[in-house]
């Protein structure tokens, strides 16, 4: 992994848990997302970061608003 702004891991972190905590396996995810299971993969190991856009497709995948994913995020930027 290349090293990167480290808000960008605590974006991986949460992404992945709240995937697992909604009991949503990559390859479902992906499925959703009409993409690839690498895809999953890719962001959530830090070999792609994802974009706005992205993540709101990933949270509404998840059946999340991506409102309070964002917020989750911002506040675990704060710690």
């Known amino acids: 992994m290349n090293k ?3 808000r960008y891991e605590k974006l991986q972190f ?8 909604q009991g949503v396996r990559q390859q479902e995810l992906a499925e959703r997302l009409g993409r690839p299971q690498s895809y999953v993969s890719k ?3 830090g070999e792609r970061n994802i974009d706005l856009i ?9 059946d999340l608003d991506p409102a309070v994913v964002i917020s ?4 675990s930027l704060s710690e």
């Open 43 to 45: 962001y959530e190991g």
């Open 72 to 75: 989750e995020l911002v506040a």
């Open 14 to 21: 949460l992404l992945r848990g709240l995937r697992k905590k």
């Open 4 to 6: 990167q702004d480290p």
């Open 54 to 62: 992205e993540l709101i497709d990933v949270a509404k995948s998840i």
